[in-house]
Structure formats: C-alpha cells, structure tokens
C-alpha cells in the first residue's frame, strides 16, 4: 500500500517562501517519477511540477517557472517543492502524486496515488 504524506503548508504573505516534502511508502521510490499538483477553490487541479526518477528532468508550469523548485531525495524517499515568491495566486490545497512510471509527466492520469493534500495561503 503506498502513502503519500505531504506536509510544509500553511499561511505566508505574498513574496515569501514555503517548502513542502511528501514523504512517500510502500514500494520503490526511487524507481517513480513525481509530481506536485494544486487545487485552488472552484478550479480545477492543475500541474505544478514535475521530476523524473533520478531528478534529471524537471518540468514546471507557466505560471511557477523561476518560483519553484521540485527535488527529491531518494534515500529519503522524499520529494520537495520550494516556493518563492509566492502570489496571491498560488493558495490552493497541493497534493504529492507518484506516477505509474519513471519518467516525468504533467499528466494526471499518469499518476497512480495522490496524497491528501497541504493547504497553501499567500495573503497579499
């Protein structure tokens, strides 16, 4: 059974920063790729970031290129989303997500589990 704990949320003015980590279990982690989603109130969840099974390709959205930053620590079996310069825009609830496979996407349907998400508010 795989679980995805994701934790690093909470209240921040806008231009400050934030780290999320999702924590992942229950089998391989080093051998999937992951990703960061959000879900902002009334909207649809959208991509945020990406990263491939051994960090090497990375791919962000628009709208958190030069903000974010996803990395991952497979001996910890963990995976992180740097946030700077965070905008009013980026509150939404953000979920940690592994994919079927090794290789990056931006697709939801490409991941298998999803964590129960981490409230993010950028006040401005």
């Known amino acids: 059974q795989v679980q995805l704990v994701e934790s690093g949320g909470g209240l921040v003015q806008a231009g400050g920063s934030l780290r999320l980590s999702c924590a992942a279990s229950?089998?391989?982690?080093?051998?999937?790729?992951m990703g960061w989603f959000r879900q902002a109130p009334g909207k649809e969840r959208e991509f945020v970031a990406a990263i491939s099974w051994s960090g090497g390709n990375r791919y962000y959205a628009d709208s958190v290129k030069g903000r974010f930053t996803i990395s991952r620590d497979n001996a910890k079996n963990t995976v992180y989303l740097q946030m700077n310069s965070l905008k009013p825009e980026d509150t939404a609830v953000y979920y940690c997500?592994?994919?079927?496979?090794?290789?990056?996407?931006?697709?939801?349907?490409?991941?298998?589990?999803w964590g129960q998400g981490t409230q993010v508010t950028v006040s401005s």
């Open positions: 997500a592994q994919a079927y496979g090794s290789r990056s996407t931006t697709y939801s349907y490409e991941y298998d589990y």
């Open positions: 229950g089998r391989t982690f080093s051998r999937y790729a």
